[in-house]
């Protein structure tokens, strides 16, 4: 097969969409019809993973179920340990398209190892694109956390070295913010020193972050471990917002998918904490109502998904606006007797929404 | 500092750059900082793809001009696309580096408005399968501080890219999480420190990147030095231009300074200071004229402030936009210029330029509730806080709330700014309050406030009515660890007042004291010790007839002190050991523990060595004693006033030391009994009746024989009683027992009230009808001569005995604790239900 390079023209829009989403396209996408994602995830073996990995009793479950599942925070201190691996399949819902294999906290990768099993373990980490380590800073066992973090980086790199690592360091509502920065400092001192001696340590990057399910730090965190599998849209789309938000006089705006209440990507301004909670809970508000009034069956079949609302505080005003079946944009305005009327906004997100249409065409999402 | 920080025009320059507002936070800055020597500022600001070059001068204020140029692609199409980072080339004032929105670096000549170079900044991705070029939006962009042809732009990609600009293309690329700043260290060009989206800074030196690159091989180079800043992004980093290796950076909620120190590899304590701002500073700037000052803005909160990073807690200035104009909304871009030393801010929304005069700066300091904290020699904190009692009253409240916690121990509510402002200005206070005084809680009442738990022992003692602000003293002890119960229990037991010289007892008690914090009371046992131990010194012979009336009475000698066994006065009126007693004898061991010989053995030897100290000291006296110095001495000793005699007292004692040791006769003629009662008295009103009677005890001979106004009068009586009450109260009975048994005369009756007489277990149970009971002496009964056994072990008790009332079984105490521990009944099987405590 040779190389097609499609390249994504915005017209008339002049943004910086066009800024080269060159795609290689391999077989694998060619042999799927254009249109359809879901034959892509109906070969489930060929899809990425996300593994969840961790001692028992770190939260892997409850990091599952309060990101997927809906659950709510103060449910998952009931859950049972894990004792087989929990495939899911994400696809179905949402924009996303991966499967999450939570694994029970008992399961070493390395005693695999000693086993001799290697067919298990290169079943587990081919097509893993993301390996996600949960640890619990509360519990006394940093160092067992590290050994096995340290046994499962070096298995899964053997198979495939192209995953990528994730530490959570979870719970971390328990603790201040003095002992999260040691608890990561002493996470990545020890796990370096380890890699070290491995003589890996300039070819594994791991990322450390706190996060916590009580609050939307969970969900940043794993919205930046999706983002990972959508390296291929992910720059349009910041351009595509970077020119959104310039163009609008917006200060901030995401793209969230709808079910997994992450989002996929941003503009490429920093943000803070605040700012993105608030855009969490106007979708959560706004997905709470649609839940209770809305009727999906016309607008779905039509192909016009047009949830839209915008909401004001002081100085603010929030706007959701849905783009497609999975995806919604949510960006905030500070109202001043300069900013961008509403039909410049409205006309503005026709444009984005045809650029960001344009641009899963080409990615074949 | 003040004359340093001085903004070149007092007056604030203000000026819209473009006229037209719509720029919707896309404008930026770039200001030349090669010029060293002139007084204008040159600044080219940005709109999107339209850019100005701004001169800045005193007086004339911003000129442009009224030209606006346009960033053009090298094939002579208009650039349209945003900037996103420009950086203006340090050594060449007519090129600027821009990076705009899709990724093209452009290397821009200002004179000729072209394009001289570009490069478009992107990296070539194969993880994921497939192949392509990935080009997220370029975040920063520097040139290095001292090549002029070297540039470094970072993006959201995990790359960093080093463009020498003489080649068609970067040549070096580092790995590294989405870069949001690089900042070249100024002191060293080879080295640039690196923000990224995690919480890592990362310091990288590019000489270390000759082995690999990473287009030619996927592996990164390695980095330099690496640590965590943040808990999570670290936004910005800037390095202080004045001071080597300062690193500031820039998190979610607060600014950290770095001391960056290569030596160690991961070291985990190199972070200097930590400025907590209320927002994310996006933006931080270090002061390029004094190193001490860093400029930091965050964008939701729309001001500017200036940090002393010295003083933490609070900003050192503040700049506030005008909040009720609503246009005005929108980031800053912050620069400070080095000369004219000016903070340049451009509002990105509305393209605002302003050039921040001190003037219009607001100073913290102002603002801050005019608030004292110092602590006084007696252990205490006082918090003096002056408020308008409208708005503050509830604010006391509840400091004076969380003061107190369930364990009884004190913390302070002390905020962060107050403890940073701990500049007790003493002379403002008094002369505004003059009433405003130190009250002392004394140290015996405090303790039993806390043993009773009293909550409320706060003392607001000066609340004048009169004054315009009210003025509030707290009193309370700071130490929250050791209260005052426990230091008496501490001093009870470790204070000596017999078994040894009556220097080193005082020398004893004065560490003991020292220990627990009490210098004044230290010092007082000190003073002691000089007026009244050199008699020990200057009167060998009578030291020595003493010794030999000791060693003549050898077996009171040994029994001094103990008290179980009841012995004659006279031993414990016995003159102390010799100096030279090289083991510490507690007081209350029983004779067996120390041998007869041993005793015997010492004192000869101790003699000669009385007489050679003596001879070198005498001469020296001889040169040294002045009168006027001990009438100085007198003088101080005569106003025991811990504030003021405390520090001055120490060196003076041990200056004078050797003088006033052999001036004793002219100290004699002052009189000293009443000094020491003064310094008793004053001892006992500050509540430490402690001190006092052990000072008592220490000095009974002397007072008694020496000092003929010294005896003990009522007062003194009632300070032992209070004395003996308080140790019984802290149930410490065998301090007590000691004080009585070595308590001058009228107290000492009470221990008589208090002797409880051991009974022979035998005789007493066969003669009940009687009523008369065999006593017990020294283990032996009266009547029937038979030793008292322990009703366990069957073995006659050597030492301690301890016996029910009721029946009069006993026997060791580790024994009757072990039987009572599990039983009820006596342990010789007499049926009594004895009560064992």
Redesign the interface.
Known sequence: MTNEVATLEVPEWSIAADSALKLEPGSRQLSASPSSASLLTNTSSNKPKILLMGLSKAGKTSIRNVIFHKMSANETQFLDPTHKIDKIDISNKSFLDFQLWDFPGKLDISHLRDKEDTSTIEKIFVEARVLIFVIDPVEEKHSIAIDRLHGTILEAYKINPKIKFEVFIHKSDSINEDQKIDNIREMTHRINRKLMTAGLQDRILISFRTTSIYDHSIFEAMSIVCQQLLENVLSPFENILNAFVSSNKMEKAFIFDLHPKIFIATDSSTFDMPTYELCCDMLDLIADMGCIYQEYEGGEERGVFSTCSVIKLNDTLLHLKQINRHLALVCIQLQQETACTQGIVDYNFQQLKHGIQEVLKVANL | MEKSLRFWNEEKIQKNIFND??????IKLAVWTGSKSTTEIRACVIK?HIYKILTIKDKEGVSDNNKSYQFKLPDGEDA???T?TVDWNPEHIDQIAVGL???YVLHWNLTTAKCIRFHKA?CE?K???????????L?CIQWSPKNPNLLIYGT???FINVWDVREPAPDQTY?N?GV?DIKFDPHDENQFAVASE??DVTIYDLRNTSTEKIRSEK?????KFK??A????T?KCEWNPKIRNQLATSG??NIKIWAVDYSKE?H?HNEMTLITTR??A?SIKWSPVCEYLLASHSH?SRYVEIWDIRRRFKPYRHFREDPTN??K?GRLLLHWHESPHALLTLNT??ADLSMHARRDAINMENFAPSCAISCSPYDEMSFVTAYKPSKRQPRIRTKSEGTKDNTGSVHFPVENSLVDRLTFRKGGLSSEQPSVSFSPVTASYVSEEYSSGNESHEQITAIPDTAPDRSFIFTRPISSKEDYSFKFRYLAKNYKFSGLSLEELCHHNAKIAESQALLHVASNWRLLSVLFASEEVTMPFYEEENQKRNKRSGTVYSDRGTILTSESPESAEQESDSDHMEYPRPSYVSEEELSDEEYNIEPPDSYQNWDMLDEPFTQQAALNTESTECEELSDRSSQPDPDQGLYSFDNFHQDTMASVRHSRTELMKINMGALTRDMLEDLVNEGDVQTACTMLLVLEKKLTKTIDPMSLGDLEINWFHSYIDLLSRFQLWSVQAAVVAQAPDPIKVLNTKNVITAMCTKCSTNDKVGGKRAVLHSGLCSRCGIVAVCSLCRIAVKGLYIWCQGCCHGGHPHHMRQWFENNRLCPAACGHACQFS
Do not use: C
């Not at chain 2, 507002?21 to 896309?26: L, T």
């Open positions: 507002s719509q720029s919707g936070n896309m999107r349209i696309f945003p996103q929105a899709n990724n992107t991705n993880s994921s399968g497939h192949s392509f070029t990935s080009s997220r939006t975040t959201k990609d995990p790995a999480d949001l995690n919480h592996k990164p180079v390695s980095k640590f965590s943040h808990e999570n992004r936004l979610q909620t991961y985990l927002n994310s996006y939701s609503k246009s909304l929304n509305n």
